[in-house]
């Protein structure tokens, strides 16, 4: 099991190697970020939407969740 700061560590490197082209693509929509896989896992408005695609799609991944761009909302779940 990841831990909180581990995962969140991983995420964040995972954002910046795809940043320029999911800033590009996603500006402002909430994406999921596949920690396990090391990449992207689903893209929406609305992190419950992003959250339940990505959990169904990819069960017992670790995810973060976060919005595209300048002000992201960080969520994080297994």
Sequence with gaps: MLEA???????KHI???HKEEWESLYDGKIIAIDID???????GD?????????RKERPG???FIRRVGKNP????FR
């Design 5 to 11: 700061d581990e995962a969140g560590e991983k995420a």
């Design 15 to 17: 954002y910046e190697a």
């Design 37 to 43: 896989a090391n990449d992207f896992a689903s893209v």
């Design 46 to 54: 609305q992190f419950r939407e992003v959250g339940l695609k990505a």
């Design 61 to 63: 991944h670790h995810m």
């Design 73 to 76: 909302v960080v969520l994080r």
